[in-house]
Structure formats: structure tokens, C-alpha cells
């Protein structure tokens, strides 16, 4: 049972009492009272190890407890470009406090965070703040002023705070601009915002401030590479790579080519008469894109597809 324990009788061997803390209180009593010095002695041997078991046993119950922490941690993972963006870090509150220019002051390095180091992790080779960084886990540093702050991404990952910090690690400075946000944010947020398919931006807020760490991967030459690659093979990727150099503003009168061969192997993929309807209109070519369209709604009547049905109509408004 817990908080007691099994007492011995004069002999040392048959055990008959359950000690509570109590109880052990009580048997303390006793003993003071006690004349026979073999007795004594006996029970004075008992009560200091049943005492030193009781007192190990209420310590572990309290190692037992689980409290919320002050400044919980979180991980995200933001899919970007050809990899994603991870982040790892601590949301301490501001709990009616004045953060910056007090709690984090002015001019001072800061770990970005609360506990550990902040750590972010980029899938592939990027650039942070115009500065090239390589494909890896770094750990967030700021010195936070009241215009602007200045980011430090340091390859030592096991930093605890700033113990261990040196300036010899750092992988990239650069500085960012300060603005002042409408509400307060109550706990010191990172997020991954602004995405599009080759920059970002890594957002830092907390009580009424705001930064933007921009990203930007050169997702161009390597998508281009790999359609180059593809092309010289069976099952070529013509939907694909015609849409990617429409999105990218390249070459359309080889996404035209490469869209006719995707039509010619699937005719009745309305989407793909859409994607040549929208590469004709960006070429010029307002009358054939007009044409393609309503070709495009038919076959998308017939599959039942409203929404590119939709699509096709807010095309040729646009043209008109």
C-alpha cells in the first residue's frame, strides 16, 4: 500500500503492523518511552529505514507530477519548392509584459526563442535574406532593434540558449526591416508564410511585432533540367512542361508544341484543352484561344465538370 509500511515483531521476523506517515509518527513517540535498552535499540533500527523509505517513496511521487510547460515547444513542417522548411522552437508568452526593449532588449544577440536554440532546417540550397545557404539544420539567432533586426542562422545546433555561441559558426547575417502589427500576438510565433513555388517567407511575431526572413530556392534550373532529361524518354511529361513554362513565362511556343502532343495521346482531357486555350491568350492569339476554350467546355460538359466549365467561360470574357 502506498505511504506505509510493514513493521517487524520482537523477534525480527513475523511482520503484523502497516506504518503509515502517521502511524510512524506515533511509533517515534513510543520509542522516547521506552527502558528496555535491546527494544530500543531494535525499534530505533526499524524507524530510521522504514523513515528513510518513506521519505524516498513521497519524493518519487512528486518527481510523478506533470505541469504544463511555461514555454511549450513546436515543430512545423512547411512543404516548399522541390523540399520543405522545417521549424523547431520554444513559445514563451508575453504574460503582461513589455518584450522588446525590456524582456528582450534592444542591441543585445537573442536566442529567437525560449530554452534550447531554435533550429531551421531547409530541404535543399536556398537563399536567406540574399545570402546562399546550403541544404541542412541551423540554429536562429536575432538582434532584435526597434526598426530592424539583424538574422543569424549558426551551423552548432546543440547550442542551449546563447551558451556556446560563436560568431565563427554563423552561416549567413543579413538584416530585415521591423513592422508593427494591429493586435497582440500573446505567443511567440514562427510560421512559414507568403509561399509561392520558389520563394517564402519566415514570419516572427510576438506581442505587436513582426519579421520577414525571405526564402527563395532556384527551383528554375533544376525543374528545367529535368524536363530536358524527360523529354529524351518513352512516356514524355508534355502536360507538365508545358504547364511549368506557361507558369514561368518561358518559351510558349514550345509549351504550345508540348500541349498539342499531350492532347493528341489524351483528346477528351478538358484540362489540357483549357491549358492550351490559356498558353494561345498569353501568346496573343485571342481568337484561337477563344475557339480552344469552347472546345474545351464541350468536353467538359460531357465529363460533367462544372468548375472547368467555369473556367472556360471567365477565359473568353476576359478575352473579349
Known amino acids: 500500500m502506498k505511504g506505509g509500511f510493514v513493521a517487524l515483531n520482537k523477534s525480527g521476523q513475523t511482520p503484523f503492523i502497516f506504518l503509515s506517515k ?3 509518527l506515533s511509533l517515534l513517540s513510543v520509542i522516547k518511552s521506552t527502558t528496555n535498552p ?4 531494535i525499534m530505533k533500527k526499524f524507524i530510521l529505514a522504514a523513515a528513510t523509505v518513506l521519505f524516498a517513496n513521497m519524493s518519487m511521487d512528486a518527481q510523478t507530477v506533470k505541469v504544463p510547460a511555461p514555454s511549450p515547444t513546436q515543430s512545423i513542417k512547411q512543404d516548399f519548392a522541390l523540399s520543405s522548411i522545417e521549424v523547431s522552437y ?6 503582461g ?3 522588446f526593449g525590456d524582456v528582450v532588449p534592444f542591441g543585445k544577440l537573442w536566442r529567437t526563442g525560449a530554452n534550447g536554440c531554435t533550429k531551421l532546417t531547409f530541404g535543399e540550397d536556398v537563399k536567406v535574406g540574399g545570402v546562399d545557404v546550403k541544404a541542412g539544420t541551423y540554429s536562429l539567432f536575432s538582434v532584435p532593434n526597434k526598426d530592424e533586426w539583424e538574422i543569424i542562422l549558426n551551423k552548432n545546433i546543440t547550442i542551449g540558449g546563447l551558451d556556446g555561441y560563436k560568431t565563427e559558426d554563423d552561416v549567413a547575417r543579413f538584416k530585415v526591416k521591423t513592422a508593427m502589427l494591429g493586435s497582440l500576438v500573446e505567443s511567440f510565433t514562427i510560421q512559414v508564410a507568403n509561399i509561392t513555388s520558389s520563394t517564402a517567407d519566415i514570419q516572427i511575431s510576438w506581442e505587436k511585432t513582426s519579421v520577414n526572413i525571405p526564402v527563395v530556392a532556384d527551383i528554375d534550373t533544376k525543374i528545367s533540367k529535368s524536363i530536358e532529361t524527360a523529354m529524351t524518354v518513352d512516356n514524355r511529361p508534355y ?6 513554362y506557361l507558369e514561368t513565362g518561358k518559351d510558349l511556343g514550345k509549351a504550345l508544341t508540348w500541349v498539342d502532343k499531350a492532347i493528341e495521346m489524351n483528346p477528351k482531357a ?21 475557339a480552344t476554350a469552347k472546345k474545351s467546355i464541350e468536353l467538359a460538359k460531357e465529363a460533367k465538370n ?15
Open 239 to 244: 502536360f507538365q512542361a508545358a504547364s511549368y
Open 22 to 24: 502517521k502511524n510512524l
Open 97 to 99: 509584459r513589455s518584450i
Open 90 to 95: 520554444s513559445r514563451p508568452g508575453v504574460k
Open 38 to 41: 535491546i527494544s530500543y535499540s
Open 270 to 290: 478538358f484540362w489540357m484543352v483549357h491549358l492550351k486555350a490559356k498558353i494561345q491568350a498569353q501568346s496573343g492569339d485571342k481568337v484561337g484561344a477563344i
Open 306 to 320: 462544372n468548375d472547368y466549365v467555369a473556367l472556360n467561360e471567365k477565359l473568353i470574357a476576359s478575352l473579349k
